[in-house]
């Protein structure tokens, strides 16, 4: 697992994209390095093992962080790793508030998900845990309101942008979020739908790229057809 980390932060040095992944990675600290200040406030919804946190601490050290991680082995270890530097929620975050069974993959922790999805291991080890689910607007504090929010979870990116409207409307903050095929789908969402979600914020959705190049937002019929042909899956909504 270590040579594995090594190895896929050698390949970001390198700038050697050899999977989509990888460039996503590669990317992803660049679009923090554009959109941090030592200040900012950041949320990490779909918190993992704390990769992208970790990169927000280094850029954003003065700010107030918030970070959810459903499963709870992550959870605890999240917790114990950022106790003095960032507040760990164990919630799953949606538009609604309550239990709710969760999908965690034991084979593959980082497609578990409030709903199944299309899988990359062939016979996924899926365990049923129940969890509390909540809108992200009831735990935002109106003294810390956030400039950066990162949203990977599986395919229920919309619901967290839906329970988050407030929270949107009040600070505006960058979003970094995924929404493709193979995920997204399975929780009901459209591309359509979001897109004009967005647009009513004031939002404009680029991919990553392009936001790094200060190349104009994309228009909703590109943005369908980045969805529906599967190109891009990873976004920038500012």
Do not use: W
């Amino acid at each position: 697992m270590r040579f594995k980390q090594f190895f896929r932060k050698t390949l970001n040095l390198l700038h050697l994209d050899v999977t989509k992944n990888l460039e996503y990675d590669r990317l992803t600290k660049l679009v923090l390095k554009k959109s941090l200040s030592e200040n900012s406030n950041c949320i990490d919804v779909g918190c993992h093992k704390g990769e992208i946190l970790d990169e927000i601490l280094r850029l954003a050290p003065k700010g107030k962080h918030l970070a959810f991680e459903p499963i709870p082995e992550l959870f605890e270890a999240l917790k114990a790793k950022y106790q003095h530097t960032a507040k760990i929620y164990p919630h799953a975050l949606s538009d609604s508030k309550g239990k709710a069974t969760f999908n965690f993959v034991r084979n593959a922790p980082a497609y578990s998900g409030l709903k199944q999805r299309d899988y990359a291991v062939e016979t996924p080890d899926i365990e049923k845990i129940e969890v509390d689910m909540i809108p992200l607007d009831d735990l935002v504090s109106q003294d810390a309101l956030p400039d950066f929010i990162k949203i990977d979870v599986e395919g229920g990116e919309f619901g967290v942008l839906k329970g988050a409207e407030q929270t949107l409307k009040a600070a505006k903050p960058v979003l970094l979020f995924e929404c493709g095929l193979g995920a997204s789908e399975h929780y009901g969402t459209t591309p359509n739908e979001l897109f004009d979600f967005l647009k009513e914020l004031n939002y404009g959705v680029y991919v990553l790229k392009d936001y790094l190049s200060n190349i104009e937002a994309l228009n909703k019929e590109a943005f369908i057809q980045l969805y529906t042909t599967n190109s891009e899956y990873y976004f920038v909504a500012k």
